[in-house]
Nanobody, 123 residues
Framework: QVQLVESGGGLVQAEGSLRLACAAS????????MGWFRQTPGKEREFVAA????????FYADSVKGRFTVSRDNAKNTVYLQMNSLKPEDTAVYHC????????????????WGQGTQVTVSS
């Protein structure tokens, strides 16, 4: 069982930066790949970024590549999402999720989810 709690969301102007954190409970955090997804009202959940269990490989949606960076600290049971050059279209609720098998770009396979943190980017 893994419990996930996101933090770091807020209101920021366009071109600004935010760093999201996702703290995980449980002793098996280092065996899970982790993903970040985002969702806006009326739209499907969208893949943002993922990182393998070891942190050795990362994957990004084309819309955030070059602006966002996913990382993890297994000693602190935490995964991060550094978001730079934010755009109004990045406004969403951001969720972290844990996948015991692989760092997928589809929400299927992620069986633990956090409640999410709101990110609002003003123009």
């Amino acid at each position: 069982q893994v419990q996930l709690v996101e933090s770091g969301g807020g209101l920021v102007q366009a071109e600004g930066s935010l760093r999201l954190a996702c703290a995980a409970s449980g002793r098996t955090f280092s065996s899970y790949a982790m993903g970040w997804f985002r969702q806006t009202p009326g739209k499907e959940r969208e893949f943002v970024a993922a990182i393998t269990a070891s942190g050795g490989s990362t994957f990004y949606a084309d819309s955030v590549k070059g602006r966002f960076t996913v990382s993890r600290d297994n000693a602190k049971n935490t995964v991060y999402l550094q978001m730079n050059s934010l755009k109004p279209e990045d406004t969403a609720v951001y969720h972290c999720a844990a996948n015991p098998y692989y760092a997928g770009t589809n929400s299927v396979g992620y069986n633990y989810w956090g409640q999410g943190t709101q990110v609002t980017v003003s123009s």
